[in-house]
């Protein structure tokens, strides 16, 4: 960029502030000072437009006649055969936009100052005799002490009062922002005081709640909501709202103007006697994030807790026993009396396998008789023992392989008549016992699935267990049946 191009009627372009279809404001100095001002500057396209240049004069004009720290003022235009611009203050702060979205916390903790300032400049305007008729959060700029600025009167229209009220008709085109704009504007009637009230309104509840009421699938769909759709309080998406506030912004978003507020000075008052938030939002924000980050620490411990234990499941491992407080964790006495006799160098018999809970007490034995076995049990029965009338040694004979018997029918096979030795089945029924099947039992057959006893569950592989059922999918809504609407900007 030349030296001529960084100047333009006097003044130095030091930083482009915003830039938008047919402007952009530049934060400028005049030549030789250092003070710094605004400058809103026609786009050399929009520039040879002449009603792009109408718009410019007509915001100038309107904006001139006001005189309110909270709304922008205008000092210069000028329109040359070169360039076309005005100048007015510079108010270094960003819009109430762009707070929402960065720091709604705190822009909700300053809603009460906020409301007021522009509820006043608004007011003002009234007082003038204009409306803005594009009030939005992008036309609000805010700084951190809470100092409000009202920008952009390129839409501000005369407050139609006494016989203009009358002789008004319907309008030629629709002016607004679809998410900001009144039901009666996209109907075509004329703008009131009430049209502003309910875009302040749709402001209001996008800075306690973070989003406006509306949201279409389409501009035309977003307009039909503001005509036929009521808005949910905003309480329903922000808790800490109050039942008063709630009151006075559905009021201001009311579909019929009479509904409303009669002026922008009523909601003002309004807004003064209510509580707004039942707690400070910045605190209870504060207060969230801390109680997140505790939880955020304890909650790593139960995923890794949660995933060995996972783990074990998945391989039928018993989670282990928890130590009890106060108490040492000891081992059995028999235990420890072995462990001293191995470290004398003494012999120690092995313990005593556990018996299947499947075996049932033996009876009395009386000389002569040879006992009955149940199913599934060597004849030789219990390692180390002899029963009277039994040879020494005995060998098992080896089973033949058949089909096993159904366990429901295990129980019926016959019972051997005293005095005959008890041969081995030609089945093998399945017990819940810690001992090893013997080797070559099983060979050739298909180990079905072991049945539920004595309380102990089946446990599945992660592979063997069933998907969640997976939840049909959702359906659009056919909108083709809304009307079409005229664009708007």
Known sequence: ??????????????????????????????????????????????????????????????????????????????????????????????????????????????????????????????????????????????????????????????????????????QKAIMGTRTYIAPEIILKNPPTAQSDIYSLGVTFYEIVTGNPPFAGMSPSDLLKKHISESPAPPSLANPNVTPELDAVILRMLSKKPKDRYAEMREVMSALRNVKCFKEDPFELYERKVKEAKANESLSVDKRLDSRADADRVSRGIAAPAKPTKGKRMTAPIGEMEAVKKIGAGKNVAPAAQPQPAAIPMMPAMMPGMVPQMPYGMPPQGMPGMMYPGMMQPMMPQVPMMQQPFPPAMAAQQPVSPPGMTQSPPNSVVAHASSQPVPAGVLTGQLAATPPKENGVKNVQLPLDRRSAKSSPPEVAEDLDFMTDLPDIS
């Open 1 to 170: 960029m030349s030296e001529n191009q960084n100047v333009v009627g006097g003044y130095e372009l030091k930083n482009c502030v915003a830039s938008g279809a047919s402007t952009q404001i530049w934060e400028v100095a005049q030549q030789g000072a250092t003070t710094p001002f605004a400058m809103k500057l026609l786009l050399p396209d929009a520039f040879k437009d002449p009603e792009a240049k109408a718009v410019l004069k007509h915001e100038y004009k309107v904006g001139s006649t006001f005189e309110h720290p909270s709304l922008v003022r205008l000092h210069k235009l000028e329109v040359t055969r070169d360039h076309g611009f005005y100048i007015m203050d510079y108010f270094r702060a960003p819009s109430l936009k762009a707070q929402i979205s960065a720091n709604l916390a705190e822009t909700q903790s300053r809603f009460k100052k906020i409301a007021e300032a522009v509820c006043q400049a608004l007011v003002h305007m009234n007082e003038k005799g204009w409306l803005h008729r594009d009030i939005k959060p992008d036309n609000i700029l805010v700084n951190k002490t809470g100092e409000v600025r009202v920008i952009d009167f390129s839409l501000s229209t005369k407050l139609a009062t006494g016989l203009m009220k009358l002789l008004s008709g319907k």
